[in-house]
């Protein structure tokens, strides 16, 4: 079956302008993960939905980043007024909850210029 | 502080070996699960094997085992009888009972031939 899609692949962006990063999980998977990865450097939780429950957002680094969940399907990452530092891979994953492994999209590879 | 430390960012082993990555981790949960993950250079993730806080017997799959210390709280990856392909980047992971990952910084494995 389908795993996990991101899109776009590759964002270029100038600075001070606003993405939008998507992620279509596995069908039928009620958790969310988005996680940040710089070049070189491990994984960076920002958010996660389980479910109806609220999101934990204890992972986002500042309020320029948000994120939604429309159910359990697709979810969106929004970078306001982006920055360099925010060039990075931006990785989703899906699991059937969360006592079971995570399945990793491809990422969205975003560079800010 | 750190949740999972990866104290080696860099590990070579001969072609049919076995190496041992190390991981340990901080909770005061005592409910969780630990993860490792493979990242190729091709830079997807891919999940190798789950420890439960609560299991018993170490988990294994494959050429894959987690020697799991819980009193020591380490959670140390082995891989039996490396091989060439084995080269990649090696994650730790922990859920706590919230359900948000945290990674760890990965070692980097090069398997010699």
């Known amino acids: 079956g389908a795993g996990v899609s991101q899109s776009p692949s590759n964002k270029v962006t100038e600075k001070g302008k606003d993405v939008e990063l998507r992620c279509d999980p596995i069908?039928?998977?009620?958790?969310l993960y988005w996680y940040r990865q710089r070049l070189g450097q491990g994984l960076e939780f920002l958010i996660y939905?389980?479910?109806?429950?609220?999101?934990?957002k204890s992972g986002l680094p500042s309020d320029r980043f948000s994120a939604e969940r429309t159910g359990e399907s697709v979810s969106t990452l929004t970078i306001q007024r982006t920055q360099q530092e925010d060039s990075a891979v931006y990785l989703c994953?899906?699991?059937?909850?969360?006592?079971?492994?995570?399945?990793f999209g491809p990422g969205t590879r975003l560079t800010v210029t | 502080a750190q949740k999972i430390t990866q104290t080696q960012p860099g590990m070579f082993v001969q072609e049919k070996e076995a190496v041992t990555l190390d991981c340990t981790y901080d909770?005061?949960?005592?409910?969780?699960?630990l993860f490792w993950y493979k990242q190729p250079s091709s830079g997807e993730m891919i999940f190798l094997i789950y420890q439960g806080s609560y299991d018993e017997q170490n988990a294994t799959e494959g050429r894959y085992s987690l020697n799991f210390q819980k009193a020591r709280k380490s959670a140390n990856l082995v891989i039996s009888a490396s091989q060439l392909g084995d080269s990649a980047m090696y994650f730790c992971?922990?859920?706590?009972?919230?359900?948000?990952?945290?990674f760890g910084a990965g070692t980097r494995l090069t398997v010699k031939p």
């Open positions: 909770t005061s949960d005592q409910s969780y699960g």
């Open positions: 992971a922990m859920r706590e009972a919230e359900g948000d990952m945290r």
């Open positions: 994953a899906s699991s059937p909850g969360i006592n079971y492994e995570q399945y």
């Open positions: 939905f389980q479910g109806n429950s609220a999101p934990d």
């Open positions: 069908s039928g998977h009620t958790a």
